[in-house]
């Protein structure tokens, strides 16, 4: 097979060539490695290529899962995992290595996704851009290099626009998924709290915020590597309801069953909205009109946003001193000023001065946020948003090291007027997807946002895939000289 013709297809169009034995594992490895040297040095998204190792994996590699034995990237997360060290994007965690492997590794694996490298991240993953002094400066938006792939999992989300594999892994604690998915032009779902594992090592990340989950071309990949990946795993804090059926099977449900969305068009405290980002909504009402949904105007749930944002900075800022600290007593000294870079060195010393009270508070105006989320959706199956209240933007906007010198409290507040509708899903627990359904004039996506009921993932991959099927974005790709 030719990089040319691997690109054109997604995961599961690939591993139906793997089942029919039309190509082999090591010849999609080949396209995907190809790929990636030929388009990172463009986008900076590849960090810990294991290559020649990889390769090696893929010529012994026996056909399971969905996807049977296709190329897969890992987040540079902290995700555990042995074959791949992580730097969390940053120089104080450079270089960590593991001794096991995630929970989620081992069912990457059993789905047939075979990683070969990391993809690049901001500072211990809490922007909503990428762009990390560790890997030499920002991650590039493949249809706009003046702009920011998205955040924290950028370089996933950059890495499938640009086509070197078809499916990556991401993580979202506060719109990671949906920021660069938004960005990037494809589909990204955060799925509800506790319905993927973090274990073994860890039962939560960012107070129950945080998940794991993919980035994808297309809807069908994201619903059979969630199916994959879902499923509780023993002693586990949280647990989402069991699943109603397969998610593949939601995808693949040819009959639409009537739905009651409600849209939010106005963000909290007034938060402006781009005129395109509006545009986007208007166009996903009218589709979902077209297919027969019953689409109207919703109440904004009840929440003090600034108390949340605040509460949602307290909550990283304690995560940065835990995570830190740690290190630095693995390493054997104290912290340099050139270990971390501005913003998040200020948020360490943000988190050195909360105290226990506070991260409680915190914690509490989270599980507010989910009972508001709650009333508000009494009546609904979902909620439709702009994913972005701007275009994507500019790189050095959101950068850990902006222009402008923001201080960490600052600079959440910034953050909260960008993605005003992504982490206040995280506080509530809920799914969410983005979906790349308008694209401004000059080709820059604009997406839209659809949030479920807790556990209901189902619906929003139901009706995902309706409207993909109705307005399909798999057919663009980015140019590349």
């Not at 990671?176 to 973090?198: E, Q």
């Not at 605040?310 to 340099?336: E, F, P």
């Not at 659809?450 to 109705?470: N, P, V």
Request: hydrophobic share 40%; proline share 6%.
């Amino acid at each position: 097979m030719k990089a040319k013709e691997y690109e054109d297809l997604d995961g599961l169009a690939l591993a139906g060539l793997l089942e029919r034995g039309d190509v082999t594992s090591s010849e999609l490895m080949d396209c995907a490695i190809e790929l990636a040297e030929q388009r990172n040095p463009a986008l900076n998204v590849i960090t810990y290529p294991r290559y020649e190792e990889s390769r090696r994996i893929a010529s012994e590699w026996a056909p399971r899962g969905p996807f049977h034995g296709i190329p897969f990237l890992l987040k540079d997360s902290g995700f555990a995992h042995k074959r791949f060290p992580s730097s969390i994007g940053s120089r104080l965690f450079n270089d960590t290595t593991y001794q096991y492997d995630a929970t989620v590794a081992g069912r990457f694996e059993a789905a047939g996704l075979i990683p070969f490298a990391r993809t690049t991240v901001p500072e211990l993953c809490m922007a909503g851009t990428t762009d990390a002094l560790r890997n030499g400066g920002p991650t590039l938006n493949p249809w706009d290099r003046t702009r920011s792939a998205g955040g924290s999992s950028g370089g996933a989300a950059a890495a499938v626009a640009a086509r070197i594999v078809p499916i990556a892994h991401g993580s979202d604690g506060g719109g990671s998924i949906r920021i660069p998915a938004a960005c990037c032009g494809v589909f990204g779902l955060k799925p509800s709290r506790g319905r993927v594992p973090m274990g073994p090592a860890r039962g939560e990340g960012w107070a129950g915020m945080s998940t794991d989950g993919v980035l994808s071309i297309t809807v069908r990949d994201s619903a059979a590597a969630l199916d994959m990946i879902c499923d509780y795993e023993a002693g586990a804090p949280y647990a989402a309801p069991p699943k109603p059926r397969s998610f593949l099977d939601a995808v693949r449900g040819q009959e639409v069953r009537p739905l009651r969305v409600g849209i939010l068009r106005t963000g909290w405290n007034d938060i402006g909205i781009a005129p395109e980002c509006d545009a986007a909504v208007s166009l996903t009402a009218s589709l979902l009109e077209e297919l027969g949904h019953d689409v109207f105007e919703a109440r904004l749930p009840a929440i003090d946003y600034d108390g949340f944002v605040h509460a949602h900075g307290s909550i990283l800022a304690s995560n940065i001193v835990v995570a830190v600290d740690t290190r630095l007593k693995a390493l054997g000294r104290t912290l340099q000023q050139s270990d971390l870079e501005s913003v998040i060195m200020d948020g360490y010393h943000v988190g050195k001065e909360l105290d226990a009270a506070s991260y409680i508070d915190a914690v509490t105006r989270l599980h507010a946020v989910g009972r508001a989320f709650a009333s508000a959706m009494a009546g609904l199956d979902v909620l439709l948003t702009p994913t972005l209240a701007q275009l994507p933007c500019k790189l050095d906007y959101l950068s850990l090291n902006t222009s402008d010198n923001l201080d960490f409290r600052t600079y959440r507040k910034r953050a909260s007027t960008y993605s005003t509708f992504l982490p206040v899903v995280n506080g509530a627990g809920l799914p969410a997807a983005s979906l790349p359904l308008s694209w401004t004039p000059e080709g820059l996506p604009v997406a839209t946002q659809l949030i479920g009921h807790f556990g209901r993932e189902d619906t929003l991959f139901e009706l995902s895939a309706q409207l993909e099927r109705l307005a399909p974005w798999g057919a663009r790709k980015p140019m590349f000289a």
